[in-house]
């Protein structure tokens, strides 16, 4: 631990209790664990109302992932880091992690003092990529970046990739309605329109696209 006494505020996310548990067990002898979520609507929450100056956020929640949620919380404090902690080894989702704006992202297999790692450069208002997908991020921006992200990242709005991943998770329109605070025909409408912009045919189509474009995962 450094002698700073005083501890960074961390809030910690993942749908997997006893991973969660573990995270906890491994920062709070370096930082100050303001509480612990289950699933992205309730990290947002939890954001507004505990005040972390940081927040390790799983990717794959339900309700919301984590790239969304990072989205959402940085729009209503853009102080607060956030570092995605994922067990996808995959461009794509960092390269729209960061475009959502995350400070860092690492996997989950990596050694413990790499989420460390980051956390301290992230609070130092640094940028921290985990060492194994650095390089193929690099070639994924100078080569294709801009043109994958405006396809996945900024075709939807963000409510249509909110309701898209919780029909995905296989809500029902009104189940949805009730969760978002919106009307069931609004959901209807926001579904018909993403298969229209999309152009696809069933909503069996819609699910793969959200799978594909990792707004939900298997």
Excluded: C, W
Aim: proline share 4%; hydrophobic share 40%.
């Amino acid at each position: 631990m450094e002698n700073d006494t005083r501890r960074p505020r961390v809030l910690l996310a993942d749908d997997h209790r006893i991973f969660l548990e573990g995270l906890r067990s491994l920062l709070e002898p370096d930082f100050e664990i303001v509480g612990t979520v289950e699933d992205g609507r309730a990290l947002i929450e939890a954001a507004g109302t505990l005040h972390p100056e940081l927040i390790v956020a799983d990717i794959s929640m339900p309700l919301l992932n984590g790239i969304e949620a990072t989205r959402q919380i940085k729009q209503i404090d853009p102080h607060i880091k956030v570092i995605l902690l994922t067990m996808h080894p995959d461009v794509t989702y960092a390269a729209r992690g960061f475009e959502s704006g995350a400070s860092g992202y690492v996997l989950k297999h990596s050694a413990p003092d790499e989420l460390v790692t980051a956390i301290r450069e992230a609070m130092k208002g640094k940028t921290y990529v985990t060492p194994r997908i650095a390089g193929e991020l690099l070639q994924f921006y100078k080569q294709e970046g801009a043109a994958v992200q405006k396809l996945t990242a900024r075709k939807l709005t963000p409510r249509q990739r909110e309701v898209l991943q919780l029909l995905a998770e296989g809500h029902s329109a009104k189940e949805v309605a009730s969760i978002l605070g919106i009307s069931t025909r609004t959901v209807e409408f926001h579904k018909y329109r993403m298969m229209e912009e999309l152009n696809l045919k069933s909503s069996a189509e819609l699910i793969q696209y959200a799978i594909k474009h990792g707004i939900i995962s298997i």
